[in-house]
């Protein structure tokens, strides 16, 4: 097994991103990861990290889904990354 981080990032529409930061907050996932962590940066942008024991990044992993078309500028981008210790 390996660790796996899951990375979630949206851009909220003009003037929704406390709205996005908080709709990204309150989802839950399928199953908790080892950690989840949520920030936010310029441009009202969220991003959610969750790490998990897996046994590669095409693990099958519960994420973040989209949240409404008119919250979010963009489709939301998601990267997998494969902890190297």
Do not use: K, Q, Y
Not at 31 to 46: K, S
Not at 52 to 71: K, R
Not at 79 to 84: A, D, G, M
């Amino acid at each position: 097994m390996t660790i796996v981080a899951l990375m979630w990032e949206a851009r909220a529409t003009e003037g929704r991103g406390p709205e996005l930061l908080e709709w990204a907050r309150s989802r839950e996932l399928a199953r908790e990861p080892l950690r989840r962590e949520t920030l936010r940066a310029a441009g009202d942008r969220v991003l959610v990290i969750t790490w998990w024991e897996a046994s590669g990044t095409a693990a099958d992993l519960p994420e973040l889904p989209e949240p409404a078309p008119d919250m979010i500028t963009r489709p939301v981008h998601r990267w997998r990354f494969e902890s190297l210790g």
